[in-house]
Every structure is written in C-alpha cells, then in structure tokens.
C-alpha cells in the first residue's frame, strides 16, 4: 500500500489490522469519488463503494474489478478527534457483529476509513425506504436485533465501550442480513484506551455534534450525560416491529414522537395489532411479538436504573426466538 508518515504519527494501530493507502489510491478505487458510488452520508462523512484486489487489497484500476469496499470520505467539519477514535476502535477490537476496518488515510485535510462492504446497507433503508420493509421478515428482523444486541455486548463486555450512536442508520447488514455496528466516532472508552477514559465527545459539544438527538435517552437530553445504549435499542426495537421511524412530522401531530403515541398500544396483544407494521402482513407469531412489546417497554422506561442491562436484552431476545421457533414448529 501507499504509506504515510503522518498517519503512523498521529494514530496507533494493529499494523496487521490495517492498510495504508495514498489518496490517489482511494481516489481510483472509488471512481475520483463518483457521485454514483456513494452509498450513504451521515454528519461523519460520505461513504463510496469502491473496489479493490481480493488477494493484496490493492485498489482496483477499473471500478467493478475485484471485491467491494465501503469508503468513507470525511467532511469537512469532522474534528480528527472523531477520526482518531473510530480508527483506533477499529484497527483494534474484531467481532462478527462490528463493521471490520480494512484500511485509512489521513493527510491534514483529509480523513478516509476504508470498511467491508456491506451488500444489504442499512437497516434504515429496508425499513424506510425504497419501497418499506415489506421484504424484511419477522424472523429476519429478530435476527437483526439478536446480532445488534451481540455487538453492543461485546463493546460493554469485553472493552468497556459506550457506543452512544445506536440507530437504524448505524446498523449494517452483509449478504445474510447479519448486522454489524458501524461508525464509531461517537464511542467512549472507559480505561483501556490511548485517549483520556472520558475519550470522545460528551455534555454539550456531542449534543452539538449529534445527527439526531430522537434517539437519545432522557437523561442524556437533560444533563448532555449519556449512559449506555439500552433506550436507543429500545427506539430501535419499536422502529422494526411498526416500520415507522422514531420522529417523522409527515404524520398526524400526535404521532410526531413515536415512543411517545406507541407506548400505550404496547401493553395488550389486541392493542399491539394496531401499530404493528403492516408490511409483515399478520406472519408473526403474537407471543412472540408481545414480548418483543415488553421487552421495549423495559428499554424505554424513564429512569435508566429501571432499564434492563444490554446483557439482559440479549438474553430477553434468545428467549423471544425460542418462543417464535416453537410457534413455526405447532
């Protein structure tokens, strides 16, 4: 690969966990950034498939040649903080359920990550684009939660990590609708990092920096104190069994906030009905959708010493699979 002094300088990482590639690499492996290529964008950066050798990882000299990447190109505004701490996080940790770095390039002006490239995109675009979820199965979306949950427990378990970016966005999905967290520019390391243990970005500079404060636990809108992940997993849940985003004012007043109009449907396996996304078309089981209901419920209660642990939600959706493998087996 190209090689840059600068980033060995500034950034520490496994130097078998990464590549370094020149600009110019990127630059051809994506097309000179082809507006055609661009897979998403988010307040990090725009992301563009690119190409490149399956064997060496080198770019590709013709798009559509070799395997793809995910390239991310950051914007202008991203703080190298923000850079720094996604690199390192993951140039360091590997699990199933986490988006795997396979290169970066940092000049002065120029922040580039180079990721896996995720066949299926986002959960948000099966549920809320092109055309809606109605391809996305109830099994398929408990598969989603269980793997979201393992990797969320995996960065509290194993490396003391506070996602703080849990979203349908940030959820990605490979060819077999496994997911994988992705953009980590938001994460806290509590005591193993290079950084200070308060790493990353918090109080009032992240409730500036937030995209999207509607997944944001209570406490973390009124202190700017973020706790753990459990409340945004909860909004999530809510957002795969209804097919409807957390906040969207295209819908009647009292239906703005989600949580806040669903909650009482949640309660009752008649209610429930209700506000179930129509695109499953009834082929759910309804134990097993009700207790998906309680489940958000414990998530979303107010105090966050009443939410369970995400430990406790991984357990709780083990439990919600075998009730709807029996319901398949009747």
């Not at 559509?64 to 701490?85: C, D, H, M, T, Y």
């Not at 002006?109 to 986002?122: A, D, N, R, T, W």
Request: net charge positive; proline share 4%; glycine share 8%.
């Amino acid at each position: 690969m190209g090689n840059s002094s600068s980033s060995r300088d500034h950034i520490l990482l496994d130097e078998h966990a990464a590549d370094i590639y020149t600009y110019a690499q990127l630059k051809r492996a994506t097309g000179n950034f082809n507006p055609r290529n661009m897979l998403r964008e988010n307040c990090l950066g725009r992301v563009y498939k690119g190409w490149v050798d399956e064997g060496t990882l080198a770019p590709s000299s013709k798009n559509g040649v070799g395997i793809p990447v995910a390239v991310r190109k950051s914007n202008p505004g991203q703080r190298l903080l923000q850079w720094q701490v996604e690199a390192e996080f993951l140039g360091r940790f590997s699990h199933p359920h986490i988006v795997k770095l396979l290169g970066y390039y940092r000049d002065d002006k120029q922040f580039l990550l180079v990721y896996e490239y995720m066949h299926k995109g986002s959960l948000e675009n099966h549920l809320f684009r092109n055309g809606g979820a109605g391809h996305l199965s109830w099994k398929t979306r408990l598969k989603i939660a269980i793997g979201a949950a393992q990797g969320l427990v995996f960065l509290y378990t194993n490396k003391q990590v506070m996602y703080r970016s849990f979203q349908t966005a940030m959820i990605l999905l490979d060819k077999d609708f496994n997911a994988k967290l992705s953009d980590f520019g938001r994460v806290k390391f509590q005591g193993h990092s290079r950084f200070s243990t308060d790493v990353g970005i918090d109080g009032d500079q992240i409730i500036a920096d937030h995209p999207d404060l509607f997944y944001a636990p209570p406490e973390y809108v009124a202190t700017g104190h973020y706790s753990h992940d459990v409340y945004s997993f909860g909004l999530v849940l809510l957002e795969m069994i209804t097919g409807q985003r957390v906040f969207d004012r295209t819908r009647p007043s009292q239906q703005f906030n989600l949580a806040n109009w669903a909650k009482p449907y949640l309660h009752k396996k008649d209610t429930l009905k209700i506000i179930m996304d129509p695109n499953l078309q009834g082929q759910y089981p309804i134990n097993a959708a009700f207790e998906t209901s309680q489940l958000i419920l414990k998530c979303l209660e107010y105090s966050k010493t009443d939410r369970p642990s995400i430990n406790d939600v991984l357990q709780a959706l083990e439990r919600i699979i075998a009730i709807n493998m029996a319901s398949q087996e009747q």
